[in-house]
């Protein structure tokens, strides 16, 4: 028996958790996964399915299912109480309910419950409890430091309600009582009466109010006139503020208002963008993304582009604006104006206007305007065609043609064919035209890079060696990556024009064009 992976997935083939316990990588894992659904008959009555290459024991969870992937010289006896245990030990995980959000929600423990059931692909003597107590996992010394941890912020939480009520009551005395000072003796009370009261000192020099005497009596007069030398006084003219019981805590509030508000200001002042004058006051983006699913014998089963347009307004001053878009005018594409904008300055000008005539683009932020799609069968469509060639002795071929029946993508640069071979293949390039391979042996798959695909250099093949017991269905889906900078559809950016005085602005227009999920089968 050997567990190659257990797998929760939808009906449709999305995996939302997943353990590998052999070599096998994610892009095989999701294929073995999506083709799974493909294989179940309504009509059947036991729980298993196989495939070529792979068995599947399943069991229904809710709209999901609890997949395991075998080879096919595995005891399905055990295979069938291992899913069991496993079905048990989910139930009891999601104890809320089973559902895509539970099990996401509790993904950890899921499959830190898959590895104390299962491991290196083979059963362990476990039960449900056993599990269970595992994934508790209690510690005496954790519970230990998480009291004194409790203690501790308790105390600090105490230390700051008593220096808080400190504080208040320093507030209350300094800000109703008021009070008489006598001499020159001040306390660092008195500094917060300062905002409420105003200290009048007698600016007449001390020596003309007394004129020293030797005698008694001048002596005495002397240490009595110097006591009136400085008086505390209410302003005349400006009204005492009122003092409420609640008047320092509103005060303080008011006080930590204002600081907050501050540092409010000072981070959005930090973190604006600043503009570079060399660059474009207005920047233009294209994304997108190409879907394809074609057959290894040359038939497409559907070709997907999907794009996006992004403005972002770099001058600060230049806000307020509007930007031209010139495309082709072909109904096979199928374009979205966001509610956002002026659908009659587009309809009419071709122009990305804010859709209020007050408000402008944000400063410095990608924001979405157009959106558009294209949907094709045709083979002609596709940019490059793909022959392979596969011989007993595991010797295989593959070619790339550049498809010149096709205009809209003149060149393709670093075109990438990834194939996922078995873990126990030790794959060699025997002959290669017009690029260059990577072979990761951790991930068990060997990517060939083609340098450029175009007219100029229409051709491009590759023979890989294998051993005779790999089969073509185990290379099998590949995956293609490739980027360009030309667009699919045509879509440019003339400029951008000022709404205050017509002006004509600089526009900066850039293109990203990148295969998302292109699978050859």
């Avoid at 105390?155 to 009070?179: D, F, N, P, T």
């Avoid at 003309?208 to 002596?219: G, M, Q």
């Avoid at 963008?273 to 997108?288: G, H």
Wanted: net charge neutral; hydrophobic share 35%; aromatic share 8%.
């Amino acid at each position: 028996m050997v567990v190659l992976a257990a797998s929760i997935c939808t009906k449709a083939g999305k995996i939302l958790v997943s353990r590998q316990f052999t070599a096998i990588t994610k892009f095989a894992l999701e294929e073995y996964i999506k083709s799974f659904p493909k294989l179940i008959q309504s009509s059947q009555q036991h729980t298993y399915v196989e495939s070529d290459t792979a068995r599947y024991i399943y069991l229904p969870l809710d709209t999901m299912y609890l997949v395991l992937i075998t080879n096919k010289t595995s005891n399905i006896i055990e295979d069938l109480e291992t899913i069991r245990l496993l079905q048990k030990v989910i139930v009891d995980v999601c104890s809320h309910g089973i559902s895509e959000s539970s099990v996401i929600k509790h993904a950890f423990d899921i499959l830190l419950a898959f590895d104390d059931i299962i491991a290196f692909g083979y059963r362990e003597s476990v039960t449900v409890n056993q599990v269970q107590t595992y994934l508790a996992m209690e510690s005496s010394e954790e519970k230990l430091h998480n009291m004194l941890l409790k203690a501790k912020q308790n105390e600090a939480a105490e230390a700051a309600k008593k220096h808080q009520r400190e504080i208040m009551k320093k507030l209350k005395e300094g800000g109703v009582g008021g009070g008489k000072f006598s001499g020159t003796s001040f306390s660092s009370e008195s500094s917060t009466v300062k905002a409420e009261k105003e200290v009048v000192i007698n600016e007449k020099p001390l020596s003309e109010e007394v004129k020293l005497s030797s005698s008694p009596a001048n002596i005495k007069a002397t240490s009595t006139s110097t006591k009136k030398g400085l008086q505390l006084i209410k302003p005349k003219k400006q009204p005492e503020p009122k003092v409420t019981e609640k008047g320092p805590g509103a005060q303080q509030a008011q006080q930590n208002e204002n600081i907050d508000t501050q540092i409010i200001e000072e981070e959005k002042q930090r973190t604006k963008p600043e503009y570079n004058p060399l660059q474009a006051p207005v920047l233009v983006e294209v994304e997108e993304k190409i879907k394809c699913d074609m057959h290894r014998d040359g038939a497409l089963n559907g070709f997907e582009v999907i794009g996006d347009v992004f403005i972002t307004v770099r001058d600060p001053s230049k806000g307020m604006c509007g930007v031209a878009i010139e495309s082709e005018n072909n109904k096979a594409f199928k374009l979205s104006l966001h509610p956002s904008l002026n659908k009659a300055a587009w309809s009419q000008k071709n122009l990305l206007v804010s859709k209020e005539a007050d408000q402008s683009f944000p400063i410095g932020a990608k924001v979405p305007t157009i959106k558009y799609r294209f949907a094709s069968t045709n083979v002609n469509d596709v940019p490059f065609q793909f022959t392979y060639w596969y011989s007993e002795d595991g010797s295989l071929t593959l070619e790339a043609e550049f498809n010149s029946s096709q205009d809209r993508i003149k060149r393709m640069e670093r075109l990438a064919l990834v194939i996922a071979y078995p873990a126990y293949e030790e794959p060699n390039v025997k002959a290669i035209e017009n690029g260059d391979f990577e072979v990761d042996t951790k991930r068990n798959y060997l990517k060939w890079v083609i340098s450029e695909l175009s007219e100029a250099n229409p051709n491009a093949n590759v023979e890989i060696q294998f051993s005779k017991k790999t089969k073509v269905d185990d290379l099998f889906p590949m995956r293609v990556d490739f980027t360009s900078s030309i667009p699919f559809f045509g879509i440019r950016s003339p400029g951008a024009v000022s709404l205050a005085d017509q002006s004509k602005l600089a526009a900066e227009f850039v293109v990203t064009l990148a295969s998302e999920n292109w699978i050859i089968q």
